[in-house]
C-alpha cells in the first residue's frame, strides 16, 4: 500500500470516526440548551413519578402482607421525597447526573421493592411489579440524551430485572428470557426515541444560529442584535447601570478587496471577528453589523471603561497582520463610542455611535471617539497623534 492510500484510509478512518463521536456526545455549541431540555423534563416528570408511587400504597395496604406493606411503605416514601428533591435541585445538577439520578433512584428502590415481596401464587399485585424494569427503560424516551447517557442509563432498568433474581428474590427461567428481549426491545425504542429527539434538537438550534449569526464571522448579525439591545436596554434602566455601544468601521477596506480580492477580504473579516471575541467580555456582545462594520454592546460599562475597550480593540487590529498572496495585509479602523442616556431609545444610541464614527472618520480614522451628550458631538478622541503628542 502506497503512502498516500494509507493517507487516504486515514482520513476516511478519522472522518468516519469523527461521525460517530457525533453521536456519543452534544455539540458544545448545543450543549447548554439541551441540559436545560432535559433538566426541565426532569423537574415535570420526576413529581409526577412520586405522585404515581404513593398513589399505589392503598393497592399495597389491599393486597400484601403487613410485613411486606410495611417494608414496601417506607420504600416508596423514601423514593417519593429521592424525586420530590431532585425535581427542585435540577439546576445544580447537570443533565446526566440527573438523568442518572431519576433511573438510578428508582431502580434502587424497585428492586428492593421486589426483594420484600414473599413468594405467591396468583397475586397480581405481584405480578405487577414485575413491570418495574419497563416502566424505567420507557421514561428514557422523554429525554433527549447522547447514546453514551442512554447506555449508562438503561444498566438502571436491566439492575430492576437482575437484582431480584441474583438475591434469589427470581428465577433464571424461561420467563426471564422473555423478559429480556422485551426489556431489550423496549430499551431500543427509547433510546432511538430520545436519540431523535436529541438530533431533532440539534437541528432546530442550529437553524436558529444560521438565522442569528453572520455565516461568515460566526459572529451575532444586525437582526439578533436589536433584541439584544432591547433587553440589555431595559436592564440598565431597571437596575439601573450604564450601558454602551461601539461601532468599529475598517478603513479603506474597499482598497483591500480592490487589491487582493475577497478571498483576502473575508480573511481580514474573520480575523477582525476574532479579536472582538478577544477582546471584549463574556456578557458582551459582537457583532457584524453590515459590510465592514461591527457593532460591540458592552452592558454595565460607562463611557470611560468603553473608551478603554474601544482603544484596546483599535489597536490591535493596528498590529494585527493577515496573510496574503504577495504579502500581509495591515489594517486599521476607526471606532465610535455611545454611553446610554436617561431613556433614550436603542436607535438613538447607536445612531449617536455611529456619528461619532463618522466623526472619527473626518478627522483622520485609525482613532476612537466618543460621543458627546448631546447632538452626537464628540466631546473624547484619542489617536495616534494624541498619543504622540502626550
Known sequence: MTQSHLSS???HCRGAWAGVAGYWRVPP????????????RIRALAPAIATLTLAWIPLDAVGLGQVEFARILALRMLLAA???LLARLRVRLSSDAATMLLVWMQAMAFAAMQLCLEPAQGNLLRVGYGFFPFVVAAQLAILPLPWGCILRAALAALAVLLVPIAFGAGSADV????QLWLLGLILALSASASHAQL?????????????????LTGLANRRSSEHRLEADRARALRVPEPMSVLMIDL???KRVNDRWGHASGDLVLIAIARILREELRGADLAVRFGGEEFLAILPGTD??????????????????RVPADDGEIAMTASIGVATLRGEESEADLV??????LYRAKATGRNRCVAAAPGEGTPVLEKSDSDRASA
Open 175 to 178: 420467563a426471564l428470557w422473555n
Open 9 to 11: 484510509l486515514l482520513a
Open 199 to 215: 438530533r431533532l434538537l440539534i437541528d432546530l438550534l442550529g437553524a436558529r444560529r444560521d438565522a442569528s449569526h453572520d455565516p
Open 82 to 84: 429521592g424525586l420530590f
Open 29 to 40: 455549541t448545543c450543549a447548554q440548551q439541551q441540559a436545560s431540555v432535559v433538566r426541565s
Open 351 to 356: 445612531a449617536r455611535a455611529d456619528a461619532a
Open 303 to 320: 463611557g470611560t471603561g468603553a473608551l478603554e475597550v474601544a482603544e484596546r480593540i483599535r489597536s490591535r487590529i493596528q498590529r494585527e
Open 251 to 253: 478603513d479603506h477596506f
